[in-house]
């Protein structure tokens, strides 16, 4: 299973919102090339990146700054307003490994179908959701589609990949939404990145003793709690 260590972008910096609200703000770096360093050194393979002010706005913003990330040699999935093919390739051309759509594969089925056609296993989909209900933009809106029934239908496009993000634990610290994670694993036969929510040592232990159950876990991504310094990368990939 592995870690993806977050990188949020707004403005350039790397920041981290609370429940994905702007006026929540915490900004943690002003290059991003820092933290991506610090996670390489700590033993990471892969880093997983959100251009905010691409998901509120629907264009990719922080080009520079993801640049920065993918030149430090690790593996980068990147997301956040990712609606168009020419922005797809130029994440690709760029560096990234692999792009997750999310408002767009809610609202443009064929656009994801072609996308998955082109790039296979290069595409996944994000999947955010507050209460069972997926949320688009941002978080900003609301659709009336089920989480499940959202991974259910992109599955059938042929996405492998799933990252699932429950919205109310995101950022909070309070511990991931196990249940909510354990009933998507048990939906999809699709790979699924678990979001949302850890705060210590023990959920990423957890998770890893699900994957055990659930070989479908593929990965479980870690924010705030690196940020503020209350998990120690290094120590759960067993590099000291």
């Not at 990188?7 to 994905?20: A, K, P, S, T, Y």
């Not at 589609?145 to 909070?172: F, H, P």
């Amino acid at each position: 299973m592995n870690l993806y260590p977050a990188i949020d972008l707004r403005q350039g910096r790397v920041v981290r919102l609370e429940q994905g609200r702007v006026e929540r703000e915490t900004v943690y770096f002003e290059d991003p090339s820092i933290p991506a360093g610090l996670w390489k050194e700590a033993g990471a393979k892969w880093l997983h990146v959100v251009d905010l002010d691409g998901a509120f706005s629907g264009n990719p913003q922080n080009w520079s700054a993801i640049e920065k990330i993918t030149s430090c040699g690790l593996k980068v999935q990147m997301g956040g307003g990712m609606r168009r093919h020419e922005d797809i390739e130029r994440a690709f051309k760029g560096g990234v490994s692999r792009v997750v759509l999310g408002t767009s594969a809610v609202e443009d089925t064929a656009f994801l179908q072609s996308m998955v056609e082109l790039y296979g296993s290069r595409i996944a989909v994000g999947i955010d959701a507050l209460k069972g209900k997926v949320a688009l933009r941002g978080w900003v809106d609301e659709a009336e589609l089920t989480a499940l029934d959202l991974a259910r239908r992109v599955v059938s496009l042929g996405v492998e990949t799933i990252i699932y993000t429950d919205i109310s634990t995101d950022g909070m610290l309070t511990g991931p939404n196990f249940t909510a994670q354990k009933e998507m694993l048990e939906t999809i036969p699709a790979r699924l990145i678990a979001s949302g929510g850890v705060a210590t040592s023990g959920d990423v232990r957890k998770f890893q003793t699900m994957s055990k159950i659930y070989p479908n876990l593929e990965g479980v991504i870690i924010g705030k709690a690196l940020y503020d310094g209350k998990i120690n990368l290094a120590e759960l990939i067993g590099r000291d």
